[in-house]
């Protein structure tokens, strides 16, 4: 099964896929846990250019997280699971439908175009954190070290959460939304009754 964690920038992806990881791995399933951007061999270099590069044209940012996907996907994604594996993946297609579309107002019908070209995997389960803009600064605050896209104004993020509202009406059958405004605890209850009722543990 590929899984993969979406949400605004401080919703909490890294520590709640940490959980998704355990508790499968509890359940006695083969599980490869990965991000993007940069989640294969050289991916680190693209992940430092996307992230605190100097990209002045929108269209070069979406041309580079293909890139970095397409090569993680092929070398990562899908050999774990011809082999049958789990798959937690923090970030997919849906961050650059976000960010992307609704963020920087990149035509949407040409991103689709690129992502069948692309011929990238689609998740099986996506797991939305769903996370205010206002708690998400917060907490990105609190942590520091901000990258450019995390450093973008609070406009920029409310259209991002905007567009992962839609597009978890859009693809309904995957998506499933997680509140994440409470404590972790109150977080990973959601997520444990999620997978419970998928059968996944």
Known sequence: MFITVEGIDGSGKSTHAAYMVELLREAGKKVLWTREPGGWGQGETLRSLILNGRLENPVTEVLL???????????????????????????????????????????????????????????????????????????????GNADRIENEKRLFHVRVAQGFRELADEYSKRFVRVVAEGTKLQTEQQILKVFQERGML
């Open 65 to 143: 997280f293909l890139a970095d996907r397409c090569e993680h996907t092929k070398q990562v994604i899908e050999p774990a699971l011809s082999a049958g594996d789990y798959v937690v993946c923090e970030r997919y297609n849906d961050s650059t439908r976000a960010y992307q579309c609704w963020g920087r107002n990149l035509d949407r019908r040409k991103l689709e175009k690129l992502i069948e070209w692309c011929s990238l995997p689609e998740p099986d389960l996506t797991i939305w954190l769903d996370l205010s803009v206002d708690t998400a600064q917060l907490r990105r605050m609190s942590r």
